[in-house]
């Protein structure tokens, strides 16, 4: 999959993933050279091949940023209807997944277009406890450039 061709329908996969699952999974390799798998919920994409996330509890990630700064990320659809539609036609419509390889840059203060990306992401639990104690005080951002992206294939299923 080239990455910058594909880039808006990557994009709008993240988007679904993010509507569905919450959450990507960020991996990264420590020291001993042993893959850590860390699950995020606030991973932006740019118009770039870019993005940034935020790191207020990740420990792990920015531990091994100092070693390896090779990610990959993947997103999940794990919309319900979407997989089964796909059960039931024997093919799904896009990629169920897609793998982002990528390398972490500096971790630097958020700007108030990015504070203002996650406030629009996390509003429709704006009113709850939860909501302030996880995304609230988020002041710091970690650049991602991405250089791959790869569509997860399952079989015929994902024959395009």
């Given at each position: ?15 679904l993933s ?6 990507v999974?960020?991996?990264s ?14 991973l ?9 996330y935020?790191e ?5 990630i920015?531990?091994n940023?100092?070693?390896n700064?090779n990610?990959c ?6 919309n319900?209807?979407f997989?089964?539609?796909a059960?039931?036609k024997?093919k799904?419509?896009?990629?169920p997944a897609?793998?982002l ?7 630097r ?6 504070i203002?990306r ?15 104690y ?6 710091f951002v970690r650049?991602?450039v991405f250089?791959?992206a790869e ?10």
């Amino acid at each position: 999959m080239d990455i910058k061709e594909n880039w808006q329908l990557i994009k709008n996969h993240f988007n679904l993933s993010f509507k569905s699952s919450l959450g990507v999974s960020i991996a990264s390799v420590d020291i001993d050279n042993n893959p850590t798998v860390t699950p995020i919920g606030t991973l932006f994409l740019n118009k770039d091949q870019t993005g940034f996330y935020f790191e207020k509890f990740p420990k792990k990630i920015p531990k091994n940023a100092k070693i390896n700064k090779n990610i990959c990320v993947l997103g999940v659809n794990s919309n319900k209807w979407f997989w089964i539609k796909a059960l039931y036609k024997l093919k799904f419509s896009a990629y169920p997944a897609i793998r982002l390889y990528g390398e972490l840059g500096a971790k630097r203060k958020a700007t108030e277009i990015e504070i203002s990306r996650l406030n629009r992401r996390m509003r429709t639990t704006k009113g709850l406890k939860g909501n302030t104690y996880l995304w609230g005080d988020m002041d710091f951002v970690r650049e991602v450039v991405f250089t791959k992206a790869e569509g997860v294939k399952i079989g015929k299923m994902t024959d395009f």
